[in-house]
């Protein structure tokens, strides 16, 4: 899983979480808090506040992987 940090439409930076951790009370507040001041100075040069989103990436199937049954 993934913290990912956007300002806009603009994908900041994301972050890899640990799957044991998300449950832990301040685990993912603290890697929010942590990126608001490494980008405080981005962050105020916007009007609106950052936005965060919590993704699991989706596996594809790789290419030429394809075969019919």
Known sequence: MQL???IGN??????PLE???I?????VGS????L?????ELIRQFP???????ISPVRTKPV???KKQ
């Open 48 to 54: 609106d506040p950052p936005e965060f989103l919590v």
């Open 36 to 40: 608001k001041i490494k980008y405080s």
């Open 31 to 34: 890697i929010k808090r942590c």
């Open 64 to 66: 030429g992987d394809n």
């Open 19 to 21: 799957l044991k951790d």
């Open 4 to 6: 990912m940090m956007y």
């Open 10 to 15: 603009d994908l900041i930076e994301a972050v």
């Open 23 to 27: 449950p832990r009370p301040g685990y």
